[in-house]
């Protein structure tokens, strides 16, 4: 497996700065990997793995780079639930676990690099060095992924009824016998 500064490097070209949260993602995936066995995840174990993240922030990139999971690739799943949190599966095995970072953990990086006045800086730094324990949680968890969530799945493609829109991927919602867009269907982001 690639270093934490080697991964770090990379995170921050692709992201285009490094801050607390890369050095987390970068940490979080190197674990979710090592906990599954997961040896090469950009190459010949590529087809393993889904992940789940919970945050759109910057930690989600950095364990996009370490786990080559993508959403064009369909295996990087997002729930925009505002956790920093993810949820590594190994399609091989069936195993599956989730790490969460720990709330505590930013009170410990400011003990720890109390002579840093910047926040950021001593979450950067700490978080390089905290034992795994410190900085995450780990649990074992169960998840079901229907053939629809796999990577490669093509599925029928329907037409929304109301709006004339394609959907893919099972995504429709039925509703009095017709096929309705999540939009139609009431869960519009937009206007």
């Keep these: 497996m690639t270093t934490l500064d080697s991964y770090l490097a990379e995170a921050e070209k692709a992201h285009g700065h490094l801050c607390a949260g890369q050095v987390l993602g970068v940490r979080m995936a190197m674990l979710g990997l090592e906990r599954l066995a997961i040896l090469d995840p950009r190459g010949r174990d590529r087809k393993r793995l889904v992940v789940f993240v919970e945050i759109d922030r910057c930690m989600t990139d950095a364990i996009s780079i370490v786990t080559g999971c993508r959403l064009g690739k369909r295996a990087l799943k997002f729930r925009d639930w505002g956790k920093v949190a993810a949820t590594f599966c190994d399609l091989e095995s069936g195993r599956a676990v989730r790490i969460t970072a720990r709330e505590s953990s930013k009170a410990l990086a400011g003990r720890l690099h109390a002579e840093l006045h910047d926040k950021n800086q001593q979450q950067m730094?700490?978080?390089?060095?905290?034992?795994?324990?410190?900085?995450?949680?780990?649990?074992?968890?169960?998840?079901?992924?229907?053939?629809?969530?796999?990577?490669?799945?093509?599925?029928?493609?329907?037409?929304?009824?109301?709006?004339?829109?394609?959907?893919?991927?099972?995504?429709?919602?039925?509703?009095?016998?017709?096929?309705?867009?999540?939009?139609?269907?009431g869960e519009r982001y937009w206007e």
């Design 125 to 185: 730094l700490a978080y390089r060095e905290m034992a795994e324990a410190d900085l995450f949680e780990v649990k074992p968890v169960s998840v079901s992924l229907g053939p629809e969530e796999m990577p490669g799945f093509k599925g029928p493609r329907v037409v929304c009824s109301m709006c004339g829109e394609g959907i893919n991927f099972r995504r429709e919602v039925n509703r009095d016998g017709k096929a309705l867009c999540r939009a139609c269907a």
